[in-house]
Every structure is written in C-alpha cells, then in structure tokens.
C-alpha cells in the first residue's frame, strides 16, 4: 500500500489512544497555564508508550529465510511494517519528539 504497509495501522491507532486518554487527563481540572502543556506531553508519552508495545507485540524482529529458485541464493526478509515510510518503530520516537516539542512550545 502506498500510505502504510503490513502493520502500519497499528501507529496511527496509538496516536488515537493517546489522544483519547490526553483529553480525559485534560478534563480534571488543571490550572489554564499549564493545562495545554499537561495535555500534550500525556498525549505524547502515551501514544509512545502504546506504540512501543504494539512493536513489541505484534512485529516481529525475527528475520523469514527463503531460497530464490532461479538463483539458489538465500534471502532474509524482516517485517516491512511502516506508515508513511516509516518503519512503525521509529514512529515511537516521532511521537515523543513531536509532542515533547509541542508540549515545551506551551510553556514559552
């Protein structure tokens, strides 16, 4: 696929989930000044964190071995995952990059 490949889906999913649980921590009342910055950096830190767990879960850093039949060579093939070309184990470090960002943003 052009937009994600095997488990891409799983990434944007924990940026859905970390979303979901920044809103209800969001919603408990923080003083305004810092209510913004608590929002991202839960928002940040939790789609990471569930991310590094569907990693951990369902990719495989196992690599298949396969014999091609014309040549007789043997080719390793690991799991391809990826959103935007983007292997789905990076995406973790995107996540905290991009919301740390954000969240430091709103405190200036």
């Known amino acids: ?3 994600w490949r095997g488990k891409g889906l799983l ?3 924990a940026g859905f989930l970390g979303a979901l ?3 209800a921590v969001a919603g408990l009342g923080f003083p305004e000044t ?3 910055f608590v929002m991202w950096f839960v ?3 939790t789609a990471a964190g ?5 990693c951990r879960w369902f990719i495989s850093t196992k690599k298949k ?3 091609d039949g014309e040549t007789g060579q043997i080719v390793e093939v690991g799991d391809g995952s990826s959103l935007f070309f983007i292997k789905n184990r990076v995406w973790t470090y995107v996540y905290l990059g991009f919301f740390g960002l954000l969240a430091i943003l ?3």
């Open 1 to 3: 696929m052009l937009v």
């Open 11 to 13: 990434v944007p999913l």
């Open 21 to 23: 649980l920044s809103g």
């Open 34 to 36: 810092i209510r913004n």
């Open 43 to 45: 928002w940040g830190l």
């Open 50 to 54: 569930i991310n590094y767990l569907f």
């Open 65 to 67: 071995t396969y014999i």
């Open 106 to 108: 709103q405190l200036i």
